[in-house]
């Protein structure tokens, strides 16, 4: 990749050439060696119904930190990568595409149907596939896996036979959530619920045998008026005592239902009264089945009413609704309607309200696999992060319900069960297709026409993924895998069903770690959505900026399981971060001598570690925060505080590397003293490279790109061993930093006087017990702070206070800059003012938290301790400045 580097840095003509390479080499691809403990994640298979969006973005990039991370450590590291069919949403999305072309699903047929799904498939999971790659997600395509894979599909088979065998799974006519457009079953999970404005209908039910009378009820679906099976009442309600055991006679229909008292009914909901019915409210089904009421459902698959609701039959829902109440009216029946805000249950794929509905299902029984769920995070085998989300799943398991798990829909993982039309038995089988019947052998049968739910095989993901269920090489090594990343809003979806099914399959929890992020929102905290215009493309991102610069707005902008707001000036500024960079490398290849080469940087390394009295205080110090640096960061990482290992980096390159290091490193480079340029010449290299290295995993391809140009070992940096820290150097950190500080000072009041940049002004210094330290280091304040070397004095003491100079206090050194000529002295004496002012207000809140007893007696002895040496450091730079301004009286 040559030594020249390009002015600037495009990552256009960078990320996609670079991403090739590092395929085409097969970096991705671990190599298994049963001498070590591979690290693996499976990827969250993106659903096959459109492009990647920023929520896919994050968990890429989260995921790919720590891929890398382990890579880089030693470790054979597997990312396994694939694409989820998403059964509901991907008939849902095609059946928009083929209603274009004057189609419909029923017209097309299944076949015809599952012919265009296959297609979408095939052309989407290869679009997502290189979105991915776009995104620079470092995972194994020789490993990818799709969930309608012929091996997928057959684990899928052996699972639902398992559960069959052992009595797990079961088929009977239950309540369930409808979605009339969908044409199919929903599990609760499925169900979004939404607060809408709505009506509240108070109906009269004319009383059985007397005239007159009547028992008021508050429905607000006054449609399914006509599949109520009884009246119900609270048994402590005194209004309706008498009531109890009487019959009501159903409006519209006049069937005869009885009034009853159950413990469920809310007095204070309308009148106290609520009708029943069972076959479409899941609190009514529940009453329904403790008073053995009989349940009747009115619904039709596409939301219509059926035979049982008598003259509505055929109507729309809401068009019975409208006809049914104009009739309650008429009939006098009709007490009132008040406006009501309630929560209605949505499909989550097309929105269409839900009707919960009795129907034929499929179920698993969930309880016997939810308790070894349960135990396995209780035990810590499984931990989530943030911890506050163990909480929040042990509440949903432990109150979980049988999960829905058949669909009537097409495109899906058949149930593997048939019929037998001739003796009527059920046949369940391993197979794809089945010859005849297992029971009496006939070949007249016919299989289930239900699909499964999409999370049953998602939920088998870790390990079908590894050839379960054979005996892979790839299971016996990489299963179980290592981290789970995903969102929190799949917890329950998806995360406690691998939980589930991968302990009942193998045996084996399918994951050490759940790691959750947050959703992002825009700059305001708004959530995205097409509605109100603020959905970010991450594509259209990556153009502009690039994925480094995406990836690591995202990454240092996230805490674990706490929702982000993402601006584009977030994404702006990491691309200015990688512009910072480029243009660094660049100055330190610029500045190396002709023929400088990675032995160079070995050599003067092993020689300054073995003799650190070769180096200055500036270079001490550099190394020493680079290695304070590394062992923080892999700290930070090894605890999953990516974003702050990222914003650590930040600092430290932008900050100490570029802005101090760098500017430092002028000094030498550019004297006489070849041999002292060399070594900051090599210092410069060490550093960066490594640093390079640190940052790979949140920006791997400008890292990668700059690592290319930079003397190194190895072919690449994607596989270059991750640093590890040498001894800090306390004394160095110790001594540089007050000058440093000094200098920030300086910079500040030329800032502050308008001193132009180029102007050199004279300073005098009292350094104390520390002159001979700050002389050594005078050609860096010289050239850092604008100071003119002839007048540049730097003293143990000072007899005398100059006089008309702007003092500055730093760390035990005193600064005076001298004014003549540079300020305004009036304006000089009010700063000194205002800063004695400030310094008493904190020299009074000091002295009176000290006074305190309480504070002394329960707060720790370092915060007291603390406290005291901020009031004796505020007491004395009171008394220095207070001097100053005297002198200037």
């Given at each position: 990749m040559?030594?020249?580097?390009?002015k600037?840095?495009?990552?256009?003509?960078?990320?996609q050439?670079?991403?090739?390479?590092?395929?085409?080499?097969?970096?991705?691809?671990p190599?298994?060696?049963?001498?070590k403990?591979?690290?693996v994640?499976s990827?969250?298979?993106?659903?096959?119904?459109?492009?990647?969006?920023?929520?896919h973005?994050?968990?890429?990039a989260?995921?790919?930190?720590?891929?890398?991370?382990?890579r880089?450590?030693?470790?054979?590291?597997?990312?396994l990568?694939?694409?989820?069919?998403?059964?509901?949403?991907?008939q849902?999305?095609?059946?928009k595409?083929?209603?274009?072309e004057?189609?419909?699903?029923?017209?097309?047929?299944?076949?015809?149907?599952?012919?265009?799904?296959?297609?979408w498939?095939h052309?989407?999971?290869?679009v997502?596939a290189?979105q991915?790659?776009?995104?620079?997600?470092s995972c194994?395509?020789?490993?990818?896996?799709?969930?309608?894979?012929?091996?997928?599909?057959?684990a899928v088979r052996?699972?639902?036979?398992?559960?069959?065998?052992?009595?797990?799974?079961?088929?009977?006519?239950?309540l369930v959530?409808?979605?009339?457009?969908?044409?199919?079953a929903?599990s609760d999970l499925?169900?979004?619920?939404?607060?809408?404005?709505?009506?509240?209908y108070?109906?009269?039910?004319p009383l059985?045998?007397?005239?007159?009378?009547?028992?008021?009820?508050?429905t607000t679906?006054?449609?399914?008026i006509?599949?109520d099976?009884?009246?119900?009442?609270?048994?402590?309600?005194?209004?309706?005592r008498t009531?109890?055991?009487?019959?009501?006679?159903?409006?519209?229909?006049?069937?005869r239902?009885?009034i009853?008292?159950?413990e469920?009914?809310?007095?204070?909901?309308?009148?106290?009264?609520?009708?029943?019915?069972?076959?479409h409210?899941?609190?009514?089904?529940?009453?329904?089945?403790?008073?053995h009421?009989?349940?009747?459902?009115?619904?039709?698959?596409?939301g219509?009413?059926?035979?049982?609701?008598?003259?509505?039959?055929?109507?729309?829902r809401?068009?019975?609704?409208?006809n049914?109440?104009?009739?309650?009216?008429?009939?006098?029946?009709?007490?009132?309607?008040e406006?009501?805000?309630?929560?209605?249950?949505?499909?989550?794929?097309?929105?269409?309200?839900?009707?919960?509905r009795?129907?034929l299902?499929?179920?698993v029984?969930i309880?016997?696999l939810?308790?070894?769920?349960?135990?396995?995070?209780?035990?810590?085998?499984i931990?989530?992060?943030?911890?506050?989300?163990?909480?929040?799943?042990?509440?949903?398991?432990?109150?979980i319900r049988?999960?829905?798990i058949?669909?009537?829909l097409?495109w899906?993982?058949?149930?593997?069960?048939?019929?037998?039309?001739?003796?009527g038995?059920?046949s369940?089988?391993?197979?794809e297709t089945?010859?005849?019947?297992?029971?009496?052998?006939?070949?007249?049968?016919?299989?289930d026409?239900?699909?499964?739910?999409?999370?049953?095989?998602?939920?088998l993901?870790?390990?079908?993924?590894l050839?379960?269920?054979d005996?892979?090489?790839?299971?016996?090594?990489?299963y179980p895998?290592?981290?789970?990343?995903?969102?929190?809003?799949?917890?329950?979806?998806?995360?406690a069903?691998?939980?589930?099914?991968?302990?009942e399959?193998?045996?084996q929890?399918?994951?050490h770690?759940?790691?959750?992020?947050?959703?992002?929102?825009?700059?305001?905290?708004?959530?995205?959505?097409?509605?109100k215009?603020n959905?970010?493309?991450?594509?259209v991102?990556?153009?502009?900026?690039?994925a480094?610069?995406l990836?690591?707005?995202?990454?240092?902008?996230?805490?674990?399981?706490?929702d982000?707001?993402?601006?584009?000036?977030?994404?702006?500024?990491?691309?200015?971060?990688?512009?910072?960079?480029?243009?660094?490398a660049?100055?330190?290849?610029?500045?190396?001598?002709?023929?400088?080469?990675?032995?160079?940087t070995n050599?003067?390394?092993?020689?300054?570690?073995?003799?650190?009295?070769?180096?200055?205080?500036?270079?001490?110090w550099?190394?020493?925060?680079?290695?304070?640096?590394?062992a923080?960061?892999?700290?930070?990482i090894?605890e999953y505080?990516?974003?702050?290992?990222?914003?650590?980096i930040?600092?430290?390159?932008?900050?100490?590397?570029?802005?101090?290091y760098?500017?430092i490193a002028?000094?030498?480079?550019y004297?006489?003293?070849k041999?002292?340029a060399?070594?900051?010449?090599?210092?410069?290299v060490?550093?960066?490279?490594?640093?390079l290295?640190?940052?790979?995993p949140?920006?791997?391809?400008?890292?990668?790109?700059?690592w290319?140009?930079?003397?190194h070992?190895g072919?690449?940096?994607?596989?270059?061993?991750?640093p590890e820290?040498?001894?800090?150097?306390?004394?160095a950190?110790e001594e540089?930093?007050?000058?440093?500080?000094?200098i920030?000072?300086?910079?500040?009041?030329?800032?502050?006087y308008?001193?132009?940049?180029t102007r050199?002004?004279a300073?005098?210094?009292a350094?104390?017990?520390?002159?001979?330290?700050l002389?050594?280091?005078?050609d860096?304040?010289?050239?850092?702070?604008r100071?003119?070397?002839?007048?540049?004095h730097?003293?143990?003491?000072?007899?005398?206070k100059?006089?008309?100079?702007?003092?500055?206090?730093?760390?035990?050194?005193?600064?005076?800059l001298?004014?003549?000529?540079?300020?305004?002295?009036?304006?000089?004496?009010?700063?000194?003012t205002?800063?004695?002012?400030?310094?008493e207000k904190?020299?009074?809140?000091?002295e009176?938290l000290?006074?305190?007893p309480?504070?002394?007696?329960?707060?720790?002895a370092?915060v007291?301790n603390?406290?005291?040496?901020k009031?004796?450091d505020?007491?004395?730079?009171?008394?220095?400045?207070?001097e100053?301004?005297?002198?200037l009286?």
């Amino acid at each position: 990749m040559g030594q020249e580097m390009p002015k600037t840095y495009d990552h256009r003509t960078v990320e996609q050439r670079i991403y090739a390479w590092w395929e085409e080499r097969g970096y991705f691809t671990p190599k298994i060696d049963y001498s070590k403990k591979p690290f693996v994640i499976s990827m969250p298979p993106p659903n096959v119904t459109g492009g990647l969006h920023l929520g896919h973005a994050i968990t890429a990039a989260l995921q790919d930190l720590m891929i890398r991370y382990h890579r880089m450590k030693g470790d054979p590291t597997l990312w396994l990568p694939g694409e989820d069919h998403a059964s509901i949403a991907a008939q849902y999305v095609v059946e928009k595409e083929i209603a274009k072309e004057g189609l419909t699903r029923e017209g097309l047929g299944r076949e015809k149907f599952l012919e265009r799904v296959w297609d979408w498939m095939h052309r989407y999971r290869h679009v997502i596939a290189q979105q991915h790659r776009r995104l620079g997600t470092s995972c194994d395509w020789t490993r990818e896996r799709f969930t309608m894979d012929e091996g997928l599909a057959r684990a899928v088979r052996e699972a639902f036979v398992r559960l069959f065998n052992k009595g797990l799974i079961y088929r009977g006519n239950y309540l369930v959530n409808w979605c009339p457009r969908c044409g199919t079953a929903l599990s609760d999970l499925e169900v979004e619920h939404e607060e809408e404005e709505s009506k509240l209908y108070y109906v009269r039910y004319p009383l059985e045998s007397a005239p007159g009378e009547y028992i008021t009820v508050a429905t607000t679906r006054p449609e399914t008026i006509l599949g109520d099976t009884a009246v119900a009442v609270h048994p402590n309600d005194e209004r309706y005592r008498t009531v109890v055991g009487r019959i009501a006679i159903l409006p519209a229909l006049h069937r005869r239902i009885p009034i009853i008292a159950d413990e469920s009914v809310d007095p204070e909901f309308g009148t106290g009264a609520v009708k029943v019915t069972p076959g479409h409210d899941p609190t009514d089904y529940e009453i329904g089945q403790r008073h053995h009421l009989p349940i009747i459902n009115i619904m039709n698959d596409d939301g219509t009413l059926n035979e049982n609701a008598g003259p509505y039959a055929g109507q729309d829902r809401y068009v019975a609704r409208q006809n049914l109440v104009a009739d309650l009216e008429k009939e006098g029946l009709l007490v009132k309607i008040e406006p009501y805000l309630h929560a209605l249950g949505h499909c989550q794929r097309c929105h269409t309200v839900i009707e919960p509905r009795v129907s034929l299902q499929w179920f698993v029984k969930i309880k016997p696999l939810a308790e070894p769920a349960i135990a396995a995070v209780r035990d810590g085998r499984i931990r989530f992060i943030p911890e506050r989300f163990a909480k929040v799943y042990f509440n949903w398991m432990e109150n979980i319900r049988d999960w829905c798990i058949s669909r009537q829909l097409w495109w899906g993982h058949r149930i593997p069960v048939w019929y037998c039309d001739d003796c009527g038995q059920m046949s369940v089988s391993r197979e794809e297709t089945l010859a005849a019947c297992q029971k009496c052998g006939s070949q007249n049968i016919h299989q289930d026409p239900d699909i499964l739910d999409t999370w049953f095989s998602s939920g088998l993901w870790p390990f079908s993924t590894l050839g379960w269920p054979d005996d892979t090489e790839d299971l016996r090594y990489f299963y179980p895998t290592d981290v789970m990343e995903t969102a929190y809003d799949i917890l329950f979806f998806w995360v406690a069903r691998m939980i589930m099914l991968g302990l009942e399959m193998t045996g084996q929890i399918p994951f050490h770690t759940v790691y959750l992020h947050g959703l992002i929102r825009d700059e305001y905290g708004q959530k995205m959505s097409k509605s109100k215009g603020n959905v970010v493309d991450p594509l259209v991102v990556i153009e502009d900026y690039g994925a480094d610069a995406l990836r690591f707005a995202l990454l240092t902008g996230s805490t674990p399981g706490n929702d982000m707001k993402l601006s584009m000036q977030k994404v702006e500024g990491a691309r200015n971060f990688a512009n910072k960079l480029w243009n660094a490398a660049r100055f330190v290849i610029s500045n190396l001598d002709e023929g400088y080469s990675v032995e160079d940087t070995n050599r003067l390394a092993a020689l300054w570690k073995e003799r650190p009295e070769t180096l200055t205080l500036p270079d001490r110090w550099i190394l020493s925060r680079h290695n304070r640096l590394i062992a923080d960061v892999t700290r930070l990482i090894e605890e999953y505080q990516f974003g702050e290992a990222g914003r650590q980096i930040y600092e430290f390159l932008w900050g100490e590397f570029c802005d101090w290091y760098i500017e430092i490193a002028k000094v030498p480079l550019y004297g006489e003293d070849k041999a002292a340029a060399r070594q900051t010449q090599a210092i410069l290299v060490y550093v960066l490279e490594r640093t390079l290295r640190l940052l790979h995993p949140f920006m791997p391809f400008v890292t990668e790109e700059i690592w290319q140009h930079l003397p190194h070992e190895g072919k690449a940096l994607i596989i270059a061993p991750w640093p590890e820290p040498d001894p800090l150097d306390e004394a160095a950190e110790e001594e540089m930093t007050p000058i440093m500080e000094m200098i920030r000072a300086i910079r500040n009041a030329r800032a502050e006087y308008d001193v132009e940049p180029t102007r050199a002004i004279a300073a005098i210094i009292a350094a104390g017990q520390k002159r001979d330290l700050l002389v050594s280091q005078k050609d860096i304040l010289i050239r850092l702070a604008r100071i003119d070397a002839a007048q540049l004095h730097i003293e143990q003491e000072l007899l005398e206070k100059p006089p008309k100079a702007l003092a500055l206090v730093v760390r035990g050194y005193e600064v005076f800059l001298p004014l003549a000529g540079l300020v305004d002295i009036e304006r000089e004496r009010a700063r000194l003012t205002g800063e004695l002012e400030n310094l008493e207000k904190e020299i009074a809140r000091a002295e009176k938290l000290l006074a305190n007893p309480n504070f002394r007696s329960k707060a720790p002895a370092e915060v007291v301790n603390k406290e005291q040496t901020k009031l004796e450091d505020y007491r004395q730079r009171y008394a220095k400045l207070k001097e100053r301004l005297q002198s200037l009286l």
